[in-house]
């Protein structure tokens, strides 16, 4: 608490932000943020991580090197804080790591992950042995019932730091859970409480008042709930909210400059909750993971929550499904993906289709399904998640019975089957990369024997492409280098910009 009886308020918008501008951030905005919060009633600033070397880039409010922490220092009269990331950081080496921070840093916060409450203990002994205040930040709260530390576990907080951090990292909480959380906490702890909310389920700011109310002693915010996945309590939302209840003293023409400047940020990285986030608060799942399988359209929501709740079935359980396993096998087989090149080309590819009909053809996507109609070859579609909803699109029910529908592996039962055939892929097969339609349909390939792979429609994403496409075609790059070190041929028969063999489509023609 503050000297108005108020709890304390860390902003942690440059640590929280920089899961999105990968801890870097204009020099401009970063001056206009401490100008603001200078005079704003916020008590305590965290400026980022404080990390050892990782194995990718991450900029300067990532590892704040002692030059970054000088510069902040003369830039602002609040209290400031950094975090480490416990598991990454191990108790013989924070000595070294701190030594920069002491005389600059006031707090010292650690994210730790339940299944190593015991280590963060010892980390946090040794922060506070250098003299720093110690907030040991505890994670997924929302599955605490399933993991969470014994009594004497808890009691060694006492010692070992100065706040306990409630951190509702899947953004799973209601406030009910939170003064359940905050009682028991208050009956076996003498030092301070802290709340962390994520905005999953909009509840960041009713969970962040009932903590307030249960007795926490500090809370976090973010300029515009700016932070990892659905974001975070909004800094401007909690000091309108304590302007008006609590009668604190708020500048709103400062505040609403710094949140201007932020904003600016917003339509390039659109942090902020949506229906996968709100998905994954709702079952306390990694949103991260959830917004990945949505975006890369492995799985639907319904398959993600049927997984979650039992409610869905596997297809196998189902219905008896065969394992696919052509009878009439193929040196080559063509696999086609989404890319416009399909139907920049198409008469050519329908050409030599028609001239070689026994050749399967193997679909990744639903898109150029339209292209293949009419041909005698093979056709076989991979259907995970919403595919074969949107392959209903795209052909009548004759049509589709006409296909080999093959399920991936864990693909849970939410569509209207209608009597339609399929097949899976063998359930001992090993899968290298978790998801990926482009090893289900190689796998499938090889259920043909199949030498070759030509690949039609697996373009590329341009110069101007989104995080997860980006993240796609690196995941293809790996699948494919990997089977061909297995002794598959796989190359492009259309443009590409994957680093695969290439040839033309029109070279196959006399």
Known sequence: MNSNNFPLILDCTLR?????TNWDFNEDLVTTYFSALNKLPIDVIEIGYRSPPKGNYSGRHFYLPAFVIEKIKAQTNKDLAI???EKDVRTD???????????????VRLAVAPENFDRGIELSAAVKELGFQVAFNLMYASKWEVQFPTISQVKALNIACDYFYVVDSYGGL???????IFTYLKSELTIGLGFHGHNNLEMALANSLAAIQNGADIIDATIDGMG??????KTELLLSILYQRNKLEVKFDVLLEVLEAFLELKPKYNWGTNL?????????????KVKEQVNKRYFSLDNIIHNVTGKGEKLSKVLNINVFSPLEKSSKVFIIGGGSSAEQHKIAIQEFLK???????IFASSKNTNIFKGLENPQIHLIPGKELQRLKNYLSPEELEARFLVIPPEHQHSEDLNNLVFYKLLPEEEYYFPDSVTEYCLKTAKAFKAKEVYLIGYDGYGNIFNKAQQELFIENEMVFRHYQQENLRIMSVTP??????KTSIYSFFK
């Open 496 to 501: 590409t910009e994957y680093t695969i063999r």
């Open 174 to 180: 209601f406030p009910e859970d939170v003064e359940r």
């Open 276 to 288: 996968p986030y709100m998905v994954s608060g709702s079952f306390s799942l990694p949103q991260n």
């Open 83 to 85: 975090i480490l990331n």
């Open 16 to 20: 929280d932000g920089g899961y999105y």
């Open 228 to 233: 990892r996945g659905a974001g975070n309590l």
């Open 355 to 361: 001239d070689n009909p026994k050749i399967p053809i």
């Open 93 to 107: 080496k924070v000595k070294p790591l701190l030594k920069p921070c002491i005389g600059q840093i006031k707090m």
